[in-house]
C-alpha cells in the first residue's frame, strides 16, 4: 500500500515536528488537536521552523509554501483520520489517552489503515491489543526536534505483521531518517539506557556529588555528549522522565529503575524543566 494521507494526532512539540517532516517529504498531511488554539500554536511552530529552513538555505521559498500547503487541521479526530493510509499518535504520554484515541481510529480507520504512536516509552503490544488490527500496529519514536533528528525507532508489537514493518521502515528512510528496529520491551532501546543514565544524573544532585553545571560537564567533555544529562532532562521535561522511570520500573520490576526522590520532588513541585521555566535550570 502507498502511504499518500497521513494523520497525525496531537499538534505539541512531538506532532508538529512529524507533521513537518511528513509534508515535506511529499504527504498529505492532516494536523488533529483538540482546539483550534492548540491548532494555530502548532502551525505557527511549522512555519517558522520552515522559515529557519528557507534562511539556511536547506529549503527554497517555494518548498516552503509547497511543505505548508500539504497541512491541513482538524478539531475532529473522526474527520482527521477517516480518509489515512496512516495514522501517527503524538498525545500525551498517557496509557489510557492513548487506548482511548486507539479504540476510536480503529473503528473509523479504513481497514488497511496502518496506526502507530510516537510513544517514548508505552508496549506498543499493550496498545496494539485494544484494537482488532494489531497486525498493521507499530510503533514510530521519533526524536525531538523531529526536523533534525535522524533517528526514528521503530517498534515492532508482538503481532506486527513483516509487511507492516517493511512499509513503515521504507516510509522512515523515505522522510530521510535512519530507522532501527527495536523489539516491544519497556523504554525500547533509547530510554532504556538514557533514562537512567539521567536518573543516576540527578542522584548525584541529590547525594551533593557535584553541581547541576559540574555534572553537565563531566559528561560533555568525559563523554563527548553534546548536552549534559540535567540539561537534556530539562529540555525533555521531568515530568516525562519521571513518567519514563516508573515504565520501566514497572515493566522489568529492578530496583535499578527507581526513579530518584529529588526527581519526584521536583515533578511535585512544579518544576518540569525548559517548559516551566525552572527545572536544573532557570529558563
Known sequence: MAITNITVIGGGTMGNGIAHVAAQHGHNVT?????????????????????????????????????????????????????????????????????????????????????????????????????????????????????????????????????????????????????????????????????????EAVYCVMEGIASVEDIDTVMKLGMAHPMGPLALADFIGLDVCLSIMEVLHDGLGDSKYRACPLLRKMVAAGHLGKKSGRGFYSY
Open 31 to 199: 494536523l488533529v488537536d483538540v482546539s483550534d488554539a492548540a491548532l494555530q500554536k502548532a502551525m505557527a511552530t511549522v512555519t517558522a521552523n520552515l522559515d529557519r529552513q528557507v534562511k539556511k538555505e536547506v529549503l527554497t521559498q517555494a518548498d516552503r509554501d509547497a511543505t505548508l500547503a500539504r497541512i491541513v487541521t482538524n478539531t475532529s479526530l473522526e474527520e482527521g483520520a477517516k480518509g489515512a493510509d496512516l495514522v501517527v499518535e503524538a498525545a500525551s504520554e498517557r496509557l489510557e489517552v492513548k487506548q482511548q484515541i486507539f479504540a476510536t481510529l480503529d473503528a473509523i480507520c479504513k481497514p488497511e489503515c496502518i496506526l502507530a504512536s510516537n510513544t517514548s516509552s508505552i508496549s506498543i503490544t499493550t496498545l496494539a491489543g485494544g484494537t482488532k488490527r494489531a497486525d498493521k500496529f507499530i510503533g514510530m519514536h521519533f526524536f525531538n526536534p523531529v526536523p533534525v533528528m535522524k533517528l526514528c525507532e521503530i517498534i515492532r508489537g508482538l503481532a506486527t505483521s513483516d509487511e507492516t514493518y517493511a512499509e513503515i521502515k521504507a516510509l522512515a528512510v523515505g522522510l530521510g531518517k535512519t530507522p532501527v528496529e527495536v523489539q516491544d520491551y519497556p523504554g525500547f532501546v533509547s530510554n532504556r539506557i538514557l533514562m537512567p543514565m539521567i536518573n
